[in-house]
């Protein structure tokens, strides 16, 4: 059973400073990786989806990485803005059974200080 | 153009009732899903759809919950006789096909149980 974790579960950093979030899954047989943001009382943002062949993406100050062999990827924001300030989900869909459903992680809780 | 909407936005309702959520996907997405946010459960899945049919529903936690999906589009998730555990964000998700796509997520719609 597909498992996926987050470290760390919150995160305060001074604005401008680079940061790294973390997200580990314990099966390597996936399809894709999404690294989501979401807003309190918000749905869910789609910032980056890597697939399974893929070892980053990059989309203006974000740049995701996945190692599938380690069962790892990570979510790297370049100087931060307080507007970054959000709750960051990593999620994976796998192989097996009828769909691509994804496996989410507990998140991370970013807080950006101006 | 238009992402994935759903509606309502809240909804309180008292024990024991029935609730409809409703989904409108991406025009063109095939692939619809449900999942549910909740305090204590974090982010799972609860049933996708492909076209009109649901080949996976492994993740709807009783059979007072059920879903349909009308013309390949809009999708409705009823919860008959809610109870109290019930109380979460429902949101809906598409994707272009079932396979290596994006998912986009609505807003949600946030149920409370009385």
């Known amino acids: 059973k597909q498992e996926v974790t987050q470290i760390p579960a919150a995160l305060s950093v001074p604005e401008g400073e680079n940061l790294v979030l973390n997200c580990s899954f314990t099966?390597?047989?996936?399809?894709?990786l999404q690294w989501f943001r979401q807003d309190p009382g918000k749905g869910l943002t789609s910032l980056l989806l890597?697939?399974?062949?893929?070892r980053e993406q990059t989309s203006g100050r974000l740049n995701a990485s996945l190692d599938k062999s380690s069962g790892r990827s990570t979510l790297y924001i370049a100087a931060s803005q307080p507007g970054d300030s959000a709750t960051y989900l990593c999620a994976v869909a796998s192989y097996g059974g009828a769909t691509n459903k994804l496996i989410f992680g507990t998140g991370t809780l970013l807080a950006v200080q101006p | 153009g238009a992402g994935v909407s759903q509606s309502p936005s809240n909804k309180v309702t008292e024990k024991g009732k029935d609730v409809e959520l409703r989904c409108d996907p991406i025009s063109g997405h095939t692939a619809l899903y449900w999942y549910r946010q909740s305090l204590g459960q974090g982010l799972e899945f609860l049933i996708y759809f492909q076209g009109n049919s649901a080949p996976d529903k492994s993740g709807l936690p009783s059979d007072r919950f059920s879903a349909e999906r009308t013309g390949g589009s809009v999708s409705t998730l009823t919860i008959q006789r809610t109870q109290q555990e019930d109380s979460a964000v429902y949101l809906c998700a598409s994707s272009l096909s079932q396979d290596t796509y994006e998912q986009y997520f609505g807003p949600g719609t946030r149920l409370t149980v009385t």
């Open positions: 099966d390597s047989a996936i399809y894709n």
């Open positions: 890597i697939q399974s062949s893929q």
